[in-house]
């Protein structure tokens, strides 16, 4: 099993990348952050990761996606599975007040994302097998007015990947977006009272990736009782929706 992570440094990542060093895999972790990657690749290979190669990247930069993505399987000797998992929060009302931030984070979010993605799925398509799980998020099902430009970009990101699966339909790869709710990572320390059942590790986020690689999607909610609060959401009626703070 050989497998490319976008964004290794995420704690859902590491949380995925240790359940495949279990199985022995072969991975290559990209992140930006070189101390973090040795540290991390190291962990892996001592839970069992058959090889753990490393590659520093910005992925935001899109200059080179395509040919950046050749030399990441050139590495590995090929791919099974590409999990794409960085993003981040961003400040909403920065973004509300601030075009430039609003665009980054939709870069960061949405932009880059797609063309990563998109570069995962010719390499798939063109091998005839192989996964493509992306994390997208929940808060992409409806915009909400302390997360809209997060979750716009997420929402054109599931919107992608959902395209990509019904691409692969008839063949042999597959494409799935991962849609946890609010999980306690660095991405949400800022958050008050990170308790309850609304809250999930990101350990049990990533034994719902390391499943999608699998079977099941193309959009799989994380825990599984997300698909059936964000339909509730998505169904009330406007006037009603307005008065919530959620
Ligand atoms: N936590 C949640 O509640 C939640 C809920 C739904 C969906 N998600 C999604 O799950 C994914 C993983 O997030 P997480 O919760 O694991 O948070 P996290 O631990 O904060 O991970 C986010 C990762 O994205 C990386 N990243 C951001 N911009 C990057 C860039 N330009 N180049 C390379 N790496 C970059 C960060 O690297 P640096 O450390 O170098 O910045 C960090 O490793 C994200 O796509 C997030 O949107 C999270």
Not at 132 to 150: E, H, I
């Amino acid at each position: 099993m050989k497998v490319i992570i976008l964004g290794a440094t995420s704690a859902i990542a590491e949380a995925t990348a240790r359940l495949y060093a279990g199985e022995g895999a072969e991975l290559l972790l990209v992140a930006r952050q070189p101390e973090r990657l040795a540290a991390i690749a190291a962990d892996l290979r001592l839970r069992g990761a058959a090889r753990v190669e490393t590659a520093l990247r910005d992925l935001a930069d899109d200059g080179d996606v395509a040919e950046a993505f050749v030399g990441f399987i050139a590495a590995l000797g090929g791919i099974d599975h590409v999990l794409l998992a960085y993003g981040v929060l961003g400040d909403q009302k920065a973004a509300e007040r601030d075009p430039a931030t609003a665009r980054a984070s939709l870069r960061i979010n949405f932009t880059t994302a797609a063309a990563w993605a998109l570069v995962a799925a010719e390499a798939l398509e063109r091998q005839g097998h192989g996964s493509l799980v992306v994390l997208g998020s929940a808060a992409g099902d409806r915009g909400r007015r302390v997360n809209f430009v997060y979750g716009a970009a997420k929402a054109g990101l599931a919107t992608l990947v959902e395209g990509v699966a019904h691409r692969f339909a008839n063949s042999g790869p597959r494409a799935v977006i991962v849609k946890p709710g609010p999980v306690i990572t660095p991405m949400t320390e800022g958050f008050a009272n990170r308790k309850g059942l609304m809250w999930a590790s990101p350990e049990t986020v990533a034994a719902v990736v390391r499943r999608a690689a699998d079977r099941g999607g193309p959009v799989v909610y994380a825990p599984w009782f997300w698909r059936w609060i964000m339909l509730a959401i998505r169904l009330l009626p406007t006037p009603i929706f307005n008065r919530l703070n959620i």
